[in-house]
């Protein structure tokens, strides 16, 4: 099919509910992709995080095309090997204790609000209460819209599961005044993504660790989107010094196959009980085979640090163009998930990088968003700021 013919059937018979870009990728391999004319495109998209590794690993290719020769899927009726090996090796990374898998993140976030509800039960709390913040992102299950601090992904779909409140991002008074018995959980992203790219304080995390211990509250780190090395570190709460009691994890976890994984220490995990909860596709074997790929990726390429040091680096770059483009209010982030905030929509940006050969992404109306392959090096990011300087150029004499 010709791209043309792929985008007119698309809107004839998708639903249409993601406002594609006018450009058709045919394939990937590393930190690029290709349309459907050949045309080639530096990816600071990573298929939002997904693409941690870079598009088509071969590592990733072959245990997936091993695993399924030999195991496609497996009823949760009966054991097999690559999810308990895959457990272990999360458990090992986090510091916790116990997995629960399935598809998605906003699955993996259900996870743990239903581990939490259930511990705070049957700690006799009768009438359990999730605090999340404003600006965060959740999923869009009803339970976790219900969990999101942005009301526009909620509109139109009312009502939402009761049970949750929505507290002032990063601010440590609000959150001591709302913390009490009746408290089960505090939900957050240590890095906040969605959102526009806003990094929890210190003060916050510290404080939370420290209501833990007066309140015995769980914390959930919901690191769908900043986990497994984004941040330059294996979990953006180590930049914190504060451990998660539920760990939410999927973007990056599968390699590009859907994944999702609830980690949680074993006092936590003990509340799931047999059926408590499950997922048919939970723990699927090629999946799990895909992401004990990343994880030994991400190891033996030492790509954590190497994001740690390849995000720093890309910093200081945007903190240089923000000196000259009076336009560009702020960079913010972590590692390698950088947020470059305008004074204006950042659409127009996104189409003339996209014209130039790069992909980036836009959140929050005027966040430029880069989440580049943890792979990518410093040429590459040279390469990439030398064509938002262009576009920068261009937006700057319209
Ligand atoms: C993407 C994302 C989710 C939802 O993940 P899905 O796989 O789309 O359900 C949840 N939390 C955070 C922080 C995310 O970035």
New binding site residues.
């Given amino acids: 099919m010709t791209g043309n013919q792929i985008t007119e059937m698309g809107k004839r018979y998708l639903m249409q509910n993601y406002a594609q870009l006018p450009l058709v990728i045919a394939r990937g391999d590393g930190v690029r992709v290709w349309d459907d004319e050949g045309k080639s495109y530096l990816d600071f998209v990573g298929g939002?995080?997904v693409n941690a590794v870079g598009h088509c690993h071969p590592r990733v290719v072959a245990a997936i095309r091993e695993q399924a020769e030999r195991l496609i899927h497996c009823s949760n009726l009966y054991w097999f090997e690559p999810p308990v090996v895959l457990a272990r090796e999360l458990a090992v990374l986090s510091g916790l204790d116990r997995v629960f898998f399935c598809n998605?993140?906003?699955?993996?976030?259900e996870a743990a609000i239903k581990l939490a509800r259930k511990y705070a039960y049957e700690h006799g709390r009768e009438n359990p209460e999730i605090i999340a913040f404003t600006k965060?992102?959740?999923?869009?299950?009803l339970g976790?819209l219900a969990a999101t601090g942005q009301e526009k992904f909620s509109r139109g779909f009312t009502p939402l599961p009761g049970g949750f409140r929505h507290l002032p991002f990063n601010d440590v008074a609000e959150l001591k005044k709302a913390v009490g018995s009746q408290t089960a959980a505090v939900m957050i992203?240590p890095l906040?993504?969605?959102g526009g790219v806003y990094p929890a304080s210190l003060e916050l995390m510290e404080t939370l660790a420290e209501l833990r211990r007066e309140e015995g509250i769980l914390l959930i780190f919901?690191?769908?989107?900043?986990g497994l090395g984004r941040t330059g570190k294996a979990f953006a709460y180590e930049h914190y010094g504060v451990r998660p009691d539920i760990l939410?994890l999927?973007?990056a976890l599968g390699g590009g196959l859907?994944i999702?994984a609830a980690v949680a220490r074993e006092e936590v995990a003990r509340v799931f009980q047999p059926g408590t909860h499950g997922s048919t596709f939970g723990g699927n074997p090629v999946a799990c085979a895909a992401a004990r790929a990343v994880l030994q990726v991400l190891q033996e390429e030492g790509l954590v640090e190497q994001a740690a040091k390849t995000g720093e680096y890309m910093k200081a770059c945007l903190d240089a163009l923000q000196k000259k483009y009076p336009f560009i209010k702020e960079v913010r982030g972590m590692g390698l998930l950088l947020g470059m905030e305008l004074d204006r929509p950042g659409q127009e940006m996104v189409a003339l990088c996209q014209e130039r050969g790069l992909l980036i992404n836009c959140t929050a109306e005027r966040v430029i968003r880069f989440l580049p392959p943890l792979i990518i090096t410093r040429e590459e990011v040279d390469e990439a700021v030398g064509i938002l300087e262009e576009a920068l150029r261009v937006l700057i004499l319209s």
């Avoid at 998605?104 to 976030?109: L, M």
């Avoid at 919901?222 to 900043?226: G, K, L, S």
Wanted: charged share 25%; aromatic share 4%; net charge negative.
């Fill in positions: 939002i995080a998605s993140g906003a699955e993996a976030n965060s992102f959740h999923g869009r299950t976790t992203e906040q993504g969605e919901d690191e769908v989107q900043c939410t999927a973007k859907p999702g």
